[in-house]
């Protein structure tokens, strides 16, 4: 359906940490911070997952710049200056600058400044390659060796018996030499004057690839408030989500975020599916697309897993086999098509998404265990977060079905309650300080008693009717002990909530579910925390995470180091990381808007706002949000007060 790398888990992915990357679905380009792309590693332009160009090194004045800076631009592009010193001036000041714009899209644009009071004469050169290798096999170090060039008009073209790459150059140089992938330039310049070099790389002699791949179903909304890191932060998570978004091929007219960058862009579909579900407030037009694309991929049939859709395991850390992102998706479809009808979706979009939330229910209906729980997979341990899911798939399922006018409404009510009861008995691990949640059971019984962050998926109850909050499966005394837990350090770094506490054995800070934080899960804490009441703990993972933005140049990886913080030190990155990567851009949107508490109810005509009291980050406003599909704009002063700006006429105050 959509490229991505199906790496087996043994293999070692390359560090990208240090790469500065650039994303518009399905383009790519991957460079290193001095921005010479030199044919060594993943570097390169990619687009559908194929390695359009690995070599572009420049030279000028037979020199190689000092490169001085790499900057991401957005989402889509990156800069990077470099100085040259070409003699002609006496002392050691650079006298060329260096400026090199490069787009996703396959295009660079080259401009040299004379910095000298003399002209110039400036021979150009940049030599280029490629291996036309899948983003796959260059990451798992099996690239191929470059591939002879062909001059091509104003610039080279390489092929294979199955694809070909394209660049040419505006203006065109004066010598292509294909034996060695040069284009040269002799260029001109006066005291100050520039000269641009463009270069645009393709997969065919198209002058252009197309950028935009996608009509972007995400407001452009905007968050700003007395900490002006939270408009950078709120901005680059849009960019971000709608940098991500990729063509269901077998219908283009619907879009779903893909996972990450640069290991995952294709199709997740329990991330799509939370990544559509955190960016509601940025309308409904993104989770109808993934529920619709994820409805075509539902097994049908009459067997064990009808009703269920498909998808790959991943990886869990030490502690546990991997779990199967199948269920997880099959659990939140009918809570996200649930929530995305609060929220605005036109019922007609809502009815034909219905007949498949009703077969995952039936799915779920047939999937508990002996026990009472939820394998994943099955067999295989009963995690914690799972039983959280399938919770909050009944209830909002329930809601969802009574809120159409089908029946088994109540039927579901009944089954959540006794999923609490037996979860309540079976999963909680009394001891001296409160106790805790499991974060697993085995099939034979057995309890897994670490604490880990997946816990916060106890607090995420989902959004019901009339601005409630649909009741979770920890009875308020625990929620509050879990609460606590989350809020301590242990589980606190101070950038985030650590994916398992620091204390547990097996703690790494830098495992994936050992220890590492996990963005999305540390925006679910926040969320739940604060609809639960607990504003405390809540801030204090929203400030960790708002810091952590901002030393990430407000894009945050999926996961980074969960080292302790201290007095100077910074977040560290995980050199695997998928970074855009759809969750934790959400995560942005989610843990923010959080702070104004937005309760929509689009069926009853209302809105409900339960702001988060204190105002960790003083006041706020939202504004080009969207509520029943119209803007819908809300203020929050610094006393914690939440005011509605703007809004659909239909639309009431309540809750």
Same mark, same amino acid.
């Given at each position: ?57 420049? /030279? ?10 790499? /900057? ?101 140089? @004066? ?32 002058? /252009? ?38 063509? %269901?091929?077998?219908?283009?007219? @619907? ?37 619709? *694309? ?30 199967? *992102?199948?269920?997880? !998706? ?9 929530? #995305?009808? /609060? ?44 039983? #959280? ?35 309540? @008995?079976?999963?909680?691990? @009394? +001891? ?32 019901? +009717? ?23 350090? #242990? ?55 708002? %810091? ?33 990567? !759809? ?71 309540? +809750?």
């Amino acid at each position: 359906m959509a490229h991505s790398v199906p790496l087996a888990r043994t293999t070692e992915l390359p560090p990208v940490h240090g790469a500065v990357i650039c994303v518009s679905a399905p383009c790519l380009v991957i460079s290193p911070e001095h921005g010479q792309l030199t044919g060594r590693g993943i570097d390169g332009i990619y687009r559908s997952g194929r390695r359009l160009l690995s070599r572009c090194v420049l /030279r000028v004045g037979g020199r190689d710049p000092v490169a001085v800076q790499g /900057r991401s631009l957005g989402s889509d592009r990156a800069a990077f200056t470099a100085t040259v010193r070409t003699g002609a001036e006496a002392g050691p000041d650079p006298d060329v600058g260096v400026e090199r714009v490069r787009h996703a899209d396959g295009t660079e644009r080259i401009t040299l400044r004379s910095f000298t009071a003399r002209p110039l004469r400036l021979p150009v050169e940049v030599s280029l390659g490629t291996d036309l290798t899948e983003l796959a096999a260059v990451a798992a170090g099996r690239a191929g060796p470059e591939l002879p060039a062909g001059v091509h008009a104003a610039g080279l073209r390489w092929s294979t018996g199955e694809a070909q790459s394209v660049t040419v150059a505006e203006p065109a140089p @004066d010598d292509a030499l294909a034996s060695v992938g040069l284009l040269r330039w002799q260029l001109e310049l006066g005291p100050g004057e520039s000269r641009t070099i463009e270069l645009r790389t393709t997969q065919d002699r198209t002058a /252009r690839a197309p950028a935009g791949q996608v009509a972007n179903p995400l407001a452009a909304a905007r968050g700003e408030g007395d900490d002006p890191r939270v408009e950078a932060w709120f901005r680059s998570s849009v960019e971000d989500l709608g940098a991500l978004l990729m063509r %269901d091929r077998e219908e283009p007219a @619907d879009s779903f975020a893909a996972a990450g960058v640069p290991w995952r862009l294709g199709l997740a579909p329990a991330e799509s599916l939370w990544a559509a579900r955190m960016s509601l407030p940025l309308g409904t037009g993104l989770a109808a697309a993934t529920l619709r *694309t994820l409805a075509r991929t539902q097994t049908g049939g009459h067997g064990p897993d009808a009703g269920k859709i498909p998808g790959p395991l991943r990886g869990a850390g030490p502690q546990l086999p991997p779990g199967c *992102t199948g269920t997880e !998706a099959t659990l939140a479809f009918p809570a996200v098509l649930a929530e #995305a009808r /609060r929220w605005g979706m036109p019922e007609a979009e809502v009815a034909r998404l219905l007949p498949a939330a009703e077969r995952c229910l039936d799915w779920l209906r047939g999937a508990l265990g002996e026990d009472g729980f939820l394998a994943d997979p099955d067999p295989g341990p009963r995690r914690c977060e799972t039983q #959280a899911h399938a919770h909050r798939a009944a209830l909002l399922g329930a809601d969802l079905l009574a809120g159409c006018g089908r029946p088994g409404a109540e039927e579901w009510r009944q089954w959540a309650a006794v999923l609490r009861e037996r979860f309540r @008995d079976g999963f909680w691990i @009394d +001891g001296p300080d409160g106790g805790r949640p499991a974060a697993a059971r085995h099939p034979d019984g057995r309890p897994l008693p670490r604490l880990t962050g997946a816990a916060a998926h106890l607090l995420d109850t989902g959004l019901l +009717g009339g601005g409630r909050l649909a009741p979770g499966l920890l009875d308020r005394i625990r929620t509050e002990q879990l609460a606590r837990l989350l809020g301590a350090p #242990a589980m606190d770094s101070g950038w985030g909530l650590r994916s398992m506490a620091f204390r547990e054995p097996g703690h790494n800070p830098f495992g994936h579910r050992s220890g590492a934080v996990r963005a999305y899960e540390s925006a679910v804490a926040v969320s739940g925390l604060a609809q639960a009441g607990f504003e405390k703990e809540a801030a204090g993972l929203l400030r960790g995470l708002l %810091d952590a933005a901002e030393s990430f140049g407000y894009r945050l990886p999926e996961m980074y180091a969960a080292e302790q913080r201290t007095a100077g030190s910074a977040p560290l990155p995980h050199p695997a990381a998928c970074r855009p990567a !759809a969750v934790a851009a959400a995560a942005g949107v989610h843990a923010l808007t959080a702070l104004a508490g937005i309760r929509p109810d689009v069926p009853a005509g209302t809105v409900a706002l339960v702001p988060l009291r204190g105002a960790p980050l003083g006041a706020l406003r939202f504004s080009g949000l969207r509520v029943s599909g119209e803007p819908f704009a809300v203020r929050i002063s610094r006393l914690g007060l939440g005011m509605v700006e703007e809004a659909a006429d239909a639309l009431q105050l309540g +809750g």
